[in-house]
């Protein structure tokens, strides 16, 4: 290639790398707003956020052609390709983070704006703190082509679903205690399953940041703390 050729390549690499910060961004935006309009029952909060999905949903198609139309007319090779196949990587996974926020801010508008008791949502505060975490550490892996730090999201998947294991029990526990809190607890119990997917699509991300930095792929069979498809509840009565 000439000098001016790399030049505009790697301009148009560094402008996809951009959009993927920036639908990260928007992608952390929608899930704190999400979780902050449940636990408050800002029904007006949750209304904002399910029209933002649209903005990711967007974004995610001009990450697509940039990066199709990238591959055809540069035919890059080796690190320069997986990094352009990382972009549509993880703009799927960050487009599915606002599909999951979008679906806990339709969760709120189902409860009609009711307050949720607060012993119902500490777990449930904990967990999105979590995701949250593990979702601004592999962006700032991925823009720092950190893999000890992807590494780090990867492993951290652990806690995020062992918590999900152990709220899932938690608000079995409280819609046996009284059926009162059935139709609340239910809605939670799809949240918190939101907030355990988002926090396996941090992960992707994480796999994909080793990807791009090493070129090997991560063993994909890994440890899943997840159980609740095992739980066998004992109904009163």
Known sequence: MSEH????????????????????GLAEILVADAVKALTRGDLALAKRVIPEDRRLDQMQREIEDAAILVIARRQPMASDLREVVSFLRIANDLERIGDLAKNIAKRVIAIDGQMISKKLTVGLDHMAEIAL????????AYGNKDDALALEVRLGDDEIDALYTSLFRELLTYMMEDPRNISQCTHLLFC????????????NVAETVHYVITGEMMDPDRPKADTTSLERVALPG
């Not at 918190?192 to 992960?203: P, Q, V, W, Y």
């Open 133 to 140: 975490q593990q979702l601004n550490s592999v962006l700032d």
């Open 192 to 203: 918190a399953k939101n907030l355990e997917r988002i926090g396996d699509h941090a992960t």
């Open 5 to 24: 050729t790399v030049s505009a390549y790697e301009e148009e690499l560094r402008v996809l790398a951009g959009k993927i910060a920036e639908m990260g």
